[in-house]
């Protein structure tokens, strides 16, 4: 069928902290008991800043040769009969440090110093060197050394890294690629000077998700909470149970919430619709259910990213009833449906062979003033393919075509096909023709179907099958 956007938020955020000690690793398993929009979260999360941001650049080095650097640094200086502030030194540095070496950088820092005494060098200047050497690509040097020579050098010069530190290097190491990098940094400052903020910490363990082993993500936070005391909050295993309903691993994710809920925390909506999210993934529309019923028993009330993932779930399994009942206890509830509920709903109508009916619901959404996206049309468009109704797929096509929307690779090469499977080779390369005039698909791609399509119809005749 037509692809169902995702219906699941990523955005977390939560400040409260826990007040005991558990461990994520666990001792034995425990056995328990999508849609276009993304979730608006229920206090979105801020960033930790350094104490000042750092200013734009001044495009005024073309070279990264230190000499010239430095010779236009002091044609500046000389030219120059107002004091000249912090912010524009910083400017100056960042603009040389985006194409020179760190070494070369912090040599320009101490000319800088040494050439104009009144100024000195602050919080951010140091942050503005910190950051080039997280993106370094310098082969000569580590990055974890070069940010070493940084940290020594603003220490050595007063200036203590704090929180705001921490988080621009974990920032920059985990943009860069570095996770790695970014764990053995965060420990050593946390060791050194200041552990990270939540913020930082959630962000580091996000990256650690995505890129490593869910074992070396729990060392992790069982290592910054008992050497460091830094624990997780609620966004942390929220992050944790998100990455392992991705993986399908539900058990896991149940466990979790056990811990969460023995360390104080109360799950949120977005929590159940995170884990409704992973059973529908698996089409076992009963579990989501079983959620659904457990959160409103916790007095959790369901949001509009709620019904929307129980009726994709549904209508995924087969269960397209309950889904439709679903839609009215959620305008009953004063959740509206939205285009996202109706392609939930079209889509498990049509796998059910309800085609007609799905293009009823189509009508009966916009008498309701909810307009019809890309994928409500390519999710009716494949029903109407595998249902055989071709004149109805052609005048939805028309549509589709008049509104400038976009053919989707599995709709294409349904339609394209039961075209061609009923003789109507012209009417495939029309639309043949529109898919690339669209871009809807890459030349290769549409043309490609085409040819195995129509190579397959060929050799079809020739062995006599009807169609």
């Known amino acids: 069928m037509g692809k169902i956007p995702p219906s699941f938020r990523s955005a977390l955020s939560n400040p409260n902290l826990i007040h005991r000690s558990s461990s994520l690793i666990p001792s034995s398993p425990k056995p328990h008991h999508f849609p276009n929009k993304t979730r608006k979260p229920h206090q979105k999360q801020q960033q930790s800043q350094s104490q000042s ?140 000077h200041c552990s990270p903020d939540i913020y930082s910490y959630n962000f580091l363990v996000k990256n650690l998700c995505k890129s490593r082993t869910l074992s070396l993500v729990y060392a992790f936070i069982d290592e910054m909470r008992t050497k460091f005391d830094v624990k997780p909050n609620l966004v942390t295993y929220t992050i944790l149970i998100d990455n392992v309903c991705n993986t399908k691993n539900l058990r896991e994710a149940t466990r979790l919430v056990d811990i969460l809920e023995e360390e104080g925390f109360k799950p949120d909506c977005f929590l159940y619709n995170t884990i409704m999210k992973g059973y529908c993934m698996l089409s076992r529309g009963s579990e989501a259910i079983e959620v659904y019923n457990r959160m409103k028993e916790k007095g959790v009330e369901p949001d509009l990213i709620t019904y929307n993932t129980l009726i994709f779930g549904l209508s995924k ?40 009916a799905a293009l009823a619901l189509l009508e009966e959404m916009e008498m309701k003033g909810c307009s019809p996206n890309t994928c409500t049309y390519n999710t009716l468009l494949h029903g109407l393919c595998k249902s055989r109704m071709f004149d109805k797929a052609m005048e939805l096509y028309g549509a589709m075509k008049s509104d400038g929307l976009k053919l989707d690779m599995a709709s294409y090469a349904t339609f394209v096909r039961a075209l061609c499977s009923v003789g109507r080779v012209a009417d495939a390369y029309e639309v043949f023709d529109y898919a690339v005039e669209s871009k809807s698909l890459s030349d290769v791609a549409a043309y490609s179907t085409l040819e195995s399509t129509l190579k397959w119809f060929k050799k079809a005749k020739e062995e006599g099958l009807k169609f």
Request: glycine letters at 4%; aromatic letters at 6%; charged letters at 20%.
């Open 53 to 192: 941001q750092s200013p734009k650049p001044v495009s005024v080095f073309k070279s990264p040769n230190l000499q010239e650097a430095k010779s236009i640094f002091n044609s500046f200086v000389n030219s120059s009969n107002a004091p000249i502030d912090s912010r524009f030194h910083n400017s100056l540095l960042q603009s040389y440090a985006s194409i020179s070496t760190i070494n070369d950088s912090i040599a320009f820092l101490r000319h800088m110093t040494k050439t104009h005494p009144s100024f000195s060098p602050d919080k951010s200047t140091y942050h503005i060197l910190l950051t080039h050497c997280c993106k370094s690509t310098d082969s000569k040097y580590s990055t974890l050394s070069l940010i070493h020579q940084t940290l020594n050098l603003m220490v050595s010069d007063g200036i203590s890294p704090d929180k705001g530190t921490v988080d621009l290097a974990v920032r920059s190491l985990c943009t860069a690629d570095r996770v790695d990098d970014a764990v053995e940094l965060i420990k050593e400052l946390s060791s050194k």
């Open 317 to 356: 399994s087969g269960r397209v009833s309950e889904a439709k009942k679903l839609l009215r206890v959620m305008a009953e509830k004063g959740h509206f449906p939205d285009e996202v509920t109706y392609t939930s709903l079209m889509n498990g109508m049509c796998r059910k062979g309800e085609t007609l």
